[in-house]
């Protein structure tokens, strides 16, 4: 727990210096008035946008794939309905939902999960990893301005500039946000840090090789095998230091508001080396953290066990519940659209 408590330390001196509002957002509301009720929820942006569920309709109206939609529960081995989950994740004091970035069909459930947490008047903080704590203090301003729209914060926050996947993607996220008043929560390290340690390194490494080793696979594949040696050690050492300063978010979170949510890619919620890891001794009793992956089903894969990854220690299942869901429609490789943006020369 050294390097969650060194992350959390600076965490709060950094509330310290900037002032809370940089790090947290909340309205310009007193607490009474907070919270807002299911039956105003839905008046509220209902001119400008469909629901959430009605979204993952839409996303998929007939599943094909005998996995879709249904929600597996690793270790009881069977299959749980999606109300049971809502129930689990609304008893949870720590939930992390693990996505694939720019993917609808994930990013409308996790807008689906906060509405139906708001309908039981469970309102978790949101930690979000596609946020920086600088960009807070944007949204801090546009939030008084614009206490329940979302509408328009992707302008002001200059998301194309962020490269992080289109706004129309992570926006019904922020209108299910907005609508409950949800504190937000930046938890990636700022842009300056991590290029320095794509460059340089890290002068810390993990005692457990196997995390650095593990991460350094992930790396390999992600980079289209183009990294050398040292290029996949520095980014192993950058996504290792990501997850421990999304830990200390999410910390923060559950410490201001009895509980957090946290949305990261896939890989960062892993149980095995990941976010959890490190925030494990502080919530290790039944049911105080949930690790959720959405999980894109796979042709000819029906069986739910073949979808989880090797567990790095042989012991720790990475997830404790993957809920199924149509895959991302096909389009060019990861690899073809960095060819095409004449970045793949960048990471030789």
Request: net charge positive.
């Amino acid at each position: 727990m050294r390097f969650i408590s060194r992350f959390y330390i600076k965490f709060v001196l950094s509330l310290t210096l900037l002032g809370l509002g940089a790090f947290v957002v909340m309205t310009p509301t007193s607490a009474a008035d907070q919270k807002v009720t299911p039956s105003a929820a839905t008046q509220i942006g209902s001119a400008q946008a469909k629901s959430a569920q009605a979204k993952q309709q839409e996303t998929d109206p007939k599943p094909k794939h005998p996995l879709t939609n249904k929600v597996w529960d690793v270790s009881a081995k069977a299959f749980i309905s999606q109300r049971a989950m809502i129930k689990r994740i609304g008893a949870a004091k720590l939930v992390l939902i693990g996505e694939r970035h720019g993917h609808s069909a994930h990013q409308n459930r996790t807008a689906f999960i906060l509405e139906r947490l708001g309908d039981r008047n469970i309102y978790p903080a949101l930690v979000m990893e596609m946020l920086e704590p600088r960009q807070l203090l944007m949204v801090r301003q546009y939030r008084k301005d614009n206490p329940e729209s979302a509408m328009g914060l992707g302008e002001a926050l200059r998301w194309y500039k962020t490269g992080w996947p289109s706004w129309s993607f992570y926006e019904p996220i922020f209108r299910a946000a907005f609508t409950a008043k949800l504190p937000l929560i930046g938890a990636d390290l700022p842009e300056a840090e991590q290029n320095k340690i794509k460059k340089m390194g890290h002068r810390e490494q993990p005692k457990d090789t196997s995390i650095l080793t593990s991460w350094k696979m992930s790396m390999k594949a992600a980079h289209c095998n183009l990294l050398g040696e040292l290029g996949l050690t520095n980014m192993a050492l950058l996504q290792w230091q990501r997850d421990q300063a999304m830990a200390a978010a999410l910390l923060h979170g559950a410490e201001r508001e009895g509980r957090a949510l946290l949305l990261a890619g896939l890989a960062h919620i892993r149980r095995d080396r990941s976010v959890p890891r490190y925030v494990g001794a502080l919530f290790d009793g039944p049911g105080d953290m949930l690790a959720i992956a959405l999980m894109d089903v796979a042709a000819g894969k029906a069986k739910p066990n073949s979808y989880m990854p090797k567990s790095i220690n042989g012991k720790t299942a990475p997830y404790d519940l993957i809920w199924f869901t149509p895959p991302k429609s096909r389009g060019p490789s990861t690899c073809k659209r960095l060819k095409a943006k004449g970045l793949l020369q960048q990471l030789k």
